[in-house]
């Protein structure tokens, strides 16, 4: 991943209670079941390609989805860089 792209947060609703979704290759996400009868399911995403492999499984599961949000999730934060500047040896 680039240091500037950026990672989303998608809350997807779908009608009525899910259960049993093959989200088991997505590591970040979510599964509730509302009290209104409808479920949230919220991924955190690093690319289109991850987000688009959830829809893939919401769309061979047959779910009627309601709503899709987005939201940006704050840029992670860069490790240090090292400024040690090795110095060579001199020959005597």
Do not use: C, W
């Not at 998608?10 to 009608?15: D, E, S």
């Not at 991850?50 to 769309?59: D, Q, S």
């Not at 987005?70 to 110095?87: D, L, V």
């Amino acid at each position: 991943m680039k240091s500037t792209d950026r990672v989303f947060l998608y809350t997807i609703l779908i009608k009525g209670h899910v259960s049993g979704l093959m989200l088991h290759n997505q590591r970040n996400f979510t599964l509730k079941k509302l009290s209104s009868g409808n479920t949230r399911i919220e991924v955190m995403a690093e690319d289109d390609a991850a987000f688009y492999g959830v829809i893939t499984v919401l769309r061979d599961s047959e779910v009627s989805i309601i709503r899709i949000e987005r939201k940006p999730i704050p840029s992670r934060i860069k490790k240090p860089q090292n400024n040690y500047k090795r110095t060579p040896k001199n020959s005597q």
